[in-house]
């Protein structure tokens, strides 16, 4: 599917973006043009990667002209652009709702203008019953992409819209474990709010599979949900302790709009989800149910009706999760 494609990725320069590229070139993919709007990331980037396949493009998603003409030919989009830090975004609301919303519909905008064939947006589980602003503002980008087909001419328009949604990927940048790392490494005291606190445990490579396997398997209007375990905190703090070296801890409250457990499914949500090989997906409300088994024929109603959440799933044991922070070289991470 993705031989000769040309894609693009907005918010490519970010820790996700770049590993994606990272995979894409191991593809047969025509060319990846990385759209952002921090031009020193790019020169960064580009002397990383050296591959003539690779496009550069400064711009910002709130400009829906510079969008146009950046999408002009593109097969796929991955839209992984955002302002993404929940105290930043917490503190500065109308800024997020610039970029996570309206920047959103701009690209949901020049993806139609252009034709572009599959747009996949990258969501997160805040978006779920949210706390805070940055939860919020990635629900309506969540809404824009699924509901998007609603009002369209079919005939006319090709494109399909696919959102996904999951937790921090262990590690990345909105991860705890390298201020963890930084912190036992400089012999201070773990920041810790409650050793009880769970979180979804999904690593770089889990992630790159559950984005491209979604976009292989989307129809449109569908967000995919992958199946995971957790870990605790109060693991995570022993694992990296057991793995670097004994450290104090240091008790600090609750962030602003922080949950004690990620929910990627509420349980109002679950009357409209399904489940699919390693993988769970919602669907938008209007679709009904003959049409999503003729779309996806190999997919099973849910019949547990709870919530999909980190403190009802499955628990990764400490052993395990040290092997998993080690073969991801999580160790080598500076915050």
Known sequence: MLDGKKILITGGTGSLG???????????????RIFSRNESKQITMESKFHDDRLRFLIGDVRDLPRLNRAFEDVDIVFHAAALKHVPLVEYNP???????????????????????????????DKAVSPLNAYGATKLLMEKLFITTSNYLNKARYKTKFIALRYGNVLGSSGSVVPKFVKQIRNKEKLTITDVKMTRFSISM???????????????????????LRSYSIGDLKQALMELIGKTGVKNIPIRPGEKMH???????????????HNKYVIF????????????????????????????????????????????????????
């Not at 309206?102 to 993806?111: L, P, W």
């Not at 990620?262 to 699919?276: G, K, Q, S």
């Open 262 to 276: 990620e929910v990627l499914i509420n349980d109002d949500e679950m009357r409209y989800a399904w489940e699919l």
């Open 205 to 227: 490579d889990e992630a790159l599979d559950f984005i491209l396997e979604s976009t292989l398997e989307g129809k449109g209007s569908e967000i995919f949900v992958p199946k």
């Open 284 to 335: 938008n409300p209007l679709r009904n149910e003959s049409e999503i088994r003729k779309s996806h024929p190999k997919i099973k109603k849910i019949e547990n009706l709870n919530r999909y959440s980190s403190d009802r799933v499955d628990r990764i044991p400490k052993e395990e999760l040290k092997k998993i922070i080690v073969k991801s070289r999580l160790l080598e991470l500076q915050e």
């Open 18 to 32: 770049q590993a994606l590229t990272m995979r894409l070139l191991k593809t047969k993919v025509d060319a990846i």
């Open 94 to 124: 109308f800024e997020a709702i610039k970029t996570n919303v309206i920047g959103s519909q701009n690209v949901i905008d020049a993806c139609l203008h252009e034709d572009v064939e599959i747009a996949v947006c990258v969501g997160t």
